[in-house]
């Protein structure tokens, strides 16, 4: 009769796997929801909520269509160490998750155990005819199986799947970071060489004005004031050019770590020619943020935490596990697998909770406090997302306006420059008209050149704000 009994609760047992097998109590998960405008305030294009990423425009940079610059790229994806500790990790979780991966399956064991021992003279309850010198061989074979019930398990690898995604999207929220620092350092390098050719300009033009001012001083024309006044005006260009020089030096610097060389064994070609401004869409569709990694990976946080919430639940209700247990022992010899040598265990085991002071009930509070944390952060990634494009979207209008202005603005110095110095070689006006014009002309000059390297910056921020860059595939989401 217990036989039959045992039999029956092991069937019992196996049926209750079977048809709870599918069993969640994780909550029904939906994207968190976030009320967004139907357009971008700078820009036409409609748009849509963010979803996760699909995939980055791997080469974003093209827009600008600089060969060092791509070259330059390559070499950061090739050895920047810390995209190379982030690629480490993102490996770590998938080990991870393979962990976790392993808890649907049975665990086998297979255990060898031969064994010469001896027991004390002095051990309790110990027979008068034992030996104190024995061996004692062993071989079994053991499976272990939990069925998982209320999905706790699957919740678990659930989440540490969306981790795991989430953790690619960190890589290419990292990759995207460094590329964008790469860009904008290269930028600014460029626009640096370019006011560096502005300046050696200048500075012909002001040596050519203090040869003129000696020679009228000589000529007993010009006084020594106005002489005094041209050699300040070429030393206060030659030390703008100096300053420029250092800055050039601390971009060419940071570049080099970020392509993962020494300054000293690294060397950037300088050209003074303006990068090209890339054509922005009139209209750019907010599906565009799809691309942004770093609202992928807040949203599959969100996702893990919802699993998490299941995982929580599924501590209130029974745990079950199936143990089988197959083997021999003998004393030293004889066959193992003889009858009288094997042993064997099969059952059920059954953990049911009942009283835990409350850690079950705080661990359900926890699981949902960190779902609502990771939805917070994910609407928080969605808002920044669109200020950062709104942002961006603002400063090229602004500074194309800017730049129009600015232009017009150098074309009336340079006018206001030649008329000074045709007036000054005549006799009609003192030299301090001279300076101050050539002075507005280069300030004039300069702050045009910032201008529209400040366009290029705005450009590469907006291309790494909607995720790398625009398509004309990106219209057709």
């Given at each position: 009769m217990r036989t039959r009994l045992n039999r029956l609760a092991l069937a019992l047992a196996i049926a209750s796997a079977v048809t709870l097998q599918g069993c969640s109590l994780a909550p029904t998960y939906h994207v968190p929801n976030v009320a967004l405008p139907e357009h971008y305030q700078e820009n036409a294009?409609?748009?849509?909520?963010?979803?996760?990423?699909?995939?980055?425009?791997?080469?974003?940079?093209?827009?600008?269509q600089d060969r060092q610059l791509n070259d330059l790229q390559q070499r950061l994806l090739k050895a920047n160490p810390d995209l190379a500790a982030a690629l480490a990790h993102y490996d770590a979780s998938q080990a991870y998750a393979s962990q976790l991966h392993a808890g649907l399956f049975p665990e086998v064991n297979v255990s060898i155990n031969p064994m010469r021992q001896r027991q004390s003279a002095h051990r309790p309850l110990r027979g008068s005819t034992q030996p104190s010198v024995y061996n004692s061989d062993s071989a079994g074979f053991s499976l272990g199986f939990d069925p998982d019930l209320w999905g706790k398990i699957r919740n678990q690898v659930a989440a540490g799947d969306a981790q795991v995604q989430a953790s690619a999207d960190d890589l290419a929220?990292?990759?995207?970071?460094?590329?964008?620092?790469?860009?904008?350092?290269?930028?600014q390098a460029r626009g640096l060489d370019a006011q560096s050719r502005i300046l050696k300009t200048s500075l012909d033009d002001y040596t050519q004005a203090l040869q003129l001012t000696r020679d009228r001083y000589e000529g007993q024309i010009a006084s020594e004031l106005d002489l005094t006044r041209a050699q300040s005006q070429l030393a206060e260009a030659q030390a703008q050019l100096d300053d420029v020089k250092a800055q050039s030096d601390l971009s060419e610097h940071a570049i080099a770590e970020l392509v993962g060389v020494l300054?000293?064994?690294?060397?950037?070609?300088?050209?003074?020619?303006?990068?090209?401004?890339?054509?922005?869409?009139?209209?750019?569709?907010?599906?565009?943020?799809?691309?942004?990694?770093?609202?992928?990976?807040?949203?599959?946080?969100?996702?893990?935490a919802n699993a998490n919430i299941g995982v929580a639940k599924a501590a209130w209700y029974p745990d079950f596990s199936l143990t089988g247990m197959l083997g021999g022992q003998t004393g030293g010899s004889g066959n193992l697998l003889a009858a009288a040598n094997r042993y064997w265990a099969l059952g059920p085991l059954v953990n049911l909770p009942i009283f835990d002071g409350g850690r079950r009930s705080a661990n359900e509070r926890q699981a949902k406090a960190e779902f609502e944390e990771a939805a917070a952060q994910y609407h928080s990634k969605v808002l920044k997302a669109v200020r950062e494009v709104e942002d961006n979207l603002a400063q090229l209008r602004d500074l194309e306006q800017e730049s129009r202005d600015q232009q017009a603005a150098v074309d009336a110095a340079q006018s206001a420059q030649s008329m000074a110095t045709s007036s000054y070689e005549a006799g009609a006006v003192d030299y301090l008209d001279v300076v101050t014009a050539q002075t507005t002309a280069l300030q004039a000059q300069r702050r045009l050149q910032e201008v529209?390297?400040?366009?290029?910056?705005?450009?590469?921020?907006?291309?790494?704000?909607?995720?790398g860059g625009w398509s004309s595939s990106a219209f057709n989401h």
């Open positions: 294009g409609p748009w849509h909520p963010a979803q996760p990423a699909d995939a980055l425009q791997a080469d974003w940079w093209h827009v600008f929220v990292a990759r995207l970071s460094l590329q964008r620092q790469l860009a904008t350092l290269y930028v300054p000293s064994d690294f060397a950037l070609a300088h050209n003074a020619e303006q990068l090209k401004l890339p054509d922005i869409p009139q209209a750019l569709p907010g599906s565009l943020l799809q691309q942004r990694p770093d609202i992928a990976a807040a949203e599959r946080r969100v996702f893990a529209d390297t400040s366009r290029l910056k705005a450009s590469v921020g907006l291309a790494v704000a909607l995720g």
